[in-house]
């Protein structure tokens, strides 16, 4: 590598090396601050960096002596996985033009300032490439020196689980390429799993994991009013089954998998039975197919767009039934059935709001009177002006089902109407139901007996599936509910539905969670009014999530949904029909509610959650992430590589329910996301380039050497902690920061931030684009305190928008005016919002201080702490 010549009148790019997965050099152009260049691999463009960023003292000498100080911003690029194939790749790094903002391609510019570097950069001494022929894998291994003796080729299934040995072919060298070295080899698929990757050493051919493309051929048979069969397969992998869906009048219905053997196709392709694999399929046909009309059936190999030969059938069938209108007009006259009066002491009050919900009515009391066995039930239905014949059903109903209606002249809220006929229910437990629910099991005597055996369980829910009517799923049940966590969205943590896509739910047995959805919600009516009842600052929205919360904290009971019983609900209908436009404005307010009640307390109680993998608000792992390097060529693994697997298994003996991951440049160094905890062995990565960053990620700076070299660098202050190896370098680095450097022991290896039963503090300090150079004196003298605290604490702007800020348990804001309040910034519910105006000379009145809590003295950690145990004791007060 020749050194260039350069001075601080031209612009210059230096020589690139690359050293464990990673590309550096520097780049200077004058008057230009900082400079940009492209990096291309194989001609075509990787990425585009700054030249900010201080280089390794081991890069130095590659520069020459006497260095320029404009020459000492350097760049970082992490190499990507494809260039670890072993194949050599042509890496180019080219200055940018600053007047054009493209890469400069000028050629004589190129030749006079050697704006232009390349390299030819070769993981190992091999590369190969396999491909799936006629029945066989077959390819080649380049060498660049003969290797004595040869290798093998390891076979390994997908999870890299070992097959099997296979040695390799040598080729005559080529004239003329005495470097050259090439062998190949040819394996039958027979008993072999598919897909297979294949390695020679520790390189992976190109290719791999190698697999036949697909062949599929399937049958949809003769249909018949009983049942949908037929066949399907595909031909290079007849033991796995393939992905098929059932359209009807070209609407997908079903997504299945074959479901039967067929004995008769296997013989028909003379194959074993085992080795065709289930590859028929039974269904029973879906109910649409039975309201009398005529309709298309398809089955259809799934995202392929290609239907099974005999698809696109026409059938009909006819309707062994007569519709209550068809025999309703025929003349008979029907006597008044008497009407069931509502008992006086019932087991079981079942409360139903309705709002134009006349047919979903009729289908939950048809399901109640075939499914229920318990008898000694009332239901309160409260009916919110509904415009449709819902009041003559319920009337009519009341002959059959012991009704008592409260119809209201307007639409009132989901809280008002529940906590008004709770008040009137006679019985012991309550049930509140949506009146989108269809009762598929007899499920109410398992809930009474298990409320009335085990007084530590305060409210039940059930395993719920949903019905759209877009999408239909008669034969394949698609789980809308089986219970309610939180996940991170917009700097706050949030409810959400959890389903069977999760394998860490129980989809078949009961589960402890914390909220279940008021859809369905089973609990005794001395605990529903011990525990506040229903907020009524809330309008069809969050109700039920902070009821449930509510009440587990303040009865310090259970929350069970029961997944081992099932209910059918059309999701949505009860909350959105029939409302006028304005309501949708209320809706919005209540996520405003949620976060103002219990935002700051889902924060804290995440975090233990998290940490203690108690899967409760959350069944996520704490996912604890190490930057590393690449191993060298020779599988020589570094040094960074193994201090970074001996803290691990501490952070693993430390914190068992967490897992750990190790990112390393050609994986997406810079690739966050779902980490919870950063920790940054590697001085030169950069975390501002960070992507997918979650609002809760913690980043620490684990310095093991090189302490010079960390506080040069732009990000040293902007991790949220500092881990050390050693006290040499605690003292080393102790006076460059104001947060605490802690050094890193078996038992406690990330230090006290890391406190699984209580969360750092999580300072933002909002800061407008412009501040005088006095007032930012005084918000780093701020920062500092908080720092040395042993908060964790960052600079946000104050236009910075809600979902793009950082997760923070306090914000505070500043005016420094001496006679006018001054504050721009919107407060965040789920935030201990503080306003520091050391120099007002009165308290103002009005709005301005909305959500905000204002002090003139410099706000202190122990402070902040002791405000924030204030709101978390209010938490869960209903209004």
């Known amino acids: 590598m020749t050194k260039i010549k350069r001075n601080n009148l031209t612009p210059y790019l230096s020589p690139i090396i690359i ?22 691999v194989d001609g075509n463009i990787l990425t585009k960096v700054w030249c900010d960023s201080p280089l390794a003292d081991s890069y130095q000498p590659l520069l020459g002596e006497g260095e320029p100080a404009d020459l000492s911003k350097g760049f970082l690029v992490p190499l990507p996985a494809q260039l670890f194939d072993g194949a050599p790749h042509e890496l180019t790094v080219r200055l940018c033009d600053p007047a054009q903002n493209t890469a400069a391609s000028n050629t004589n510019d190129l030749a006079q300032h050697g704006l232009e570097s390349k390299l030819t950069f070769q993981h190992g001494d091999r590369h190969g490439q396999v491909n799936f022929v006629e029945d066989h ?36 060298t080529e004239k003329g390429q005495p470097d050259k070295y090439l062998a190949t080899f040819r394996i039958p698929q027979k008993d072999l799993p598919i897909p297979l990757r294949f390695f020679c050493g520790d390189i992976e051919l190109s290719g791999s994991p190698c697999q036949p493309k697909k062949k599929l051929i399937g049958y949809l048979e003769q249909f018949d009013t009983q049942l949908i069969h037929g066949w399907a397969f595909d031909v290079h992998q007849p033991a796995n089954p393939v992905e098929l869906t059932l359209k009807i009048d070209g609407q997908i219905v079903l997504h299945f998998r074959p479901n039967i053997r067929r004995p008769d196709i296997a013989n028909y392709l003379k194959l074993p039975e085992e080795k065709l694999g289930i590859v028929g399929f039974q269904l029973a046909p879906p109910e649409i197919l039975f309201d009398g009309n005529e309709h298309r059936i398809s089955v259809e190999f799934a995202g392929q767009n290609h239907p099974l030969r005999g698809s ?28 069931l009066a509502r008992p006086n002491q019932p087991t079981v009050s079942v409360i139903i709001l309705n709002r134009n919900g006349e047919k979903l009515l009729a289908a939950l009391f048809e399901s109640w009177l075939i499914k229920n066995s318990l008898t000694n039930v009332e239901f309160i239905v409260v009916d919110h002006a509904s415009e449709d014949g819902s009041l003559r059903l319920l009337n009519r109903w009341q002959s059959q089902l012991p009704l008592h209606v409260i119809p209201l002249p307007f639409n009132d809220s989901f809280s008002a109407s529940c906590n008004r006929a709770a008040e009137e229910a006679r019985g012991k437990f309550l049930l509140f139901l949506n009146n989108d629910i269809i009762w598929l ?138 409302r006028a436009t304005d309501i949708f404005d209320r809706l919005i307010s209540n996520a405003d509610v949620l976060q103002t009640h219990a935002g700051l307390w889902l924060k804290q109680r995440y975090w233990t959650s998290l940490f203690t993998g108690d899967q409760h608000l959350t069944v996520d792992k704490l996912t604890i992430g190490f930057i590393i390097d690449e191993s060298r060529a020779n599988g020589v693994t570094t040094r960074l590589r193994t201090d970074a697997i001996k803290l691990a298994k501490q952070v693993r003996q430390r914190y068992p329910a967490a897992r750990t991951v190790f990112l390393p440049p050609s994986r997406g160094w810079y690739n966050v996301r779902n980490i919870h905890i950063l920790i940054v062995g590697h001085p030169e990565y950069d975390i501002g380039k960070m992507m997918y960053r979650p609002e809760d990620l913690l980043t620490f700076a684990w310095v093991r050497n090189e302490a010079a070299l960390w506080q040069r660098m732009p990000w040293w202050p902007h991790f949220d902690g500092y881990l050390a190896a050693s006290p040499a370098i605690i003292n080393a680095l102790a006076s460059t920061l104001s947060s605490p450097i802690v050094q890193t022991t078996a038992t406690c290896p990330l230090g006290p931030l890391c406190t699984p039963q209580s969360p750092p503090l999580r300072i933002a300090l909002l800061t407008p684009h412009k501040i005088s150079a006095q007032h930012q004196a005084r918000l780093k003298t701020l ?78 950690a122990a402070w902040l702490r002791n405000e924030i145990e204030k709101t978390l004791g209010n938490t869960f007060c209903s209004s």
Request: net charge negative; hydrophobic share 40%; proline share 7%.
């Open 19 to 40: 050293d464990n997965g990673l590309l550096r050099g520097c780049a200077f152009i004058p008057g230009t601050e900082p400079a940009e260049v492209a990096v291309y």
């Open 137 to 172: 894998f077959e390819g080649w291994v380049a060498f660049s020196h003969r290797p004595n003796p040869l290798p093998q080729l390891i076979l390994s299934d997908q999870e890299e689980h070992f097959c099997k040995q296979v040695p390799l072919i040598p080729l005559p």
């Open 312 to 339: 696109g059938q026409l059938i009909k069938i006819p309707r062994h039934y007569l519709t209550f209108d068809e025999i309703a007009s025929q003349p008979e006259k029907v006597r008044q059935a008497k009407k």
């Open 441 to 578: 099991q007899d499920v109410l005597p398992a809930l009474v007996d298990a409320l009335e055996t085990d007084q530590a369980i305060g409210l039940l829910g059930l395993k719920l599936i949903k019905s759209t009517s877009s999408e239909q799923s008669f034969n394949h049940t698609i789980v809308q509910h089986l219970g309610v966590r939180f996940k991170l969205y917009n700097a706050a943590y949030w409810p959400y539905e959890a389903t069977a896509d999760d394998i860490n739910e129980a989809e078949y047995s009961a589960q402890s969670v914390p909220v279940v959805t008021g859809a369905v919600m089973f609990c005794r009516k001395e605990d529903f009014f011990n525990a506040g009842k229903f907020d009524p600052s809330y309008f069809y929205g969050f109700e039920d999530v902070e009821f449930c919360l509510r009440l587990s904290h303040k009865l310090g009971k259970k929350i069970i949904c029961r997944n081992d019983l099932l209910a059918l609900h059309h999701h949505g209908h009860t909350r959105l029909s029939g």
């Open 783 to 860: 920062q500092q305190s908080l720092q040395a605290a042993g908060a964790v604490v960052w600079h946000e702007r104050l236009d910075t928008p809600e979902e793009s800020a950082r997760l923070a348990d306090v914000r505070i804001a500043h005016c420094f005016n001496k006679s006018t309040l001054k504050i721009a910034p919107q407060s965040y519910p789920h935030t201990l919002n503080i306003l520091w105006a050391p120099d007002l000379k009165q308290a103002p009145g009005g709005s301005p201080l909305t959500g905000w809590q204002m002090t003139s003295q410099m706000p202190q």
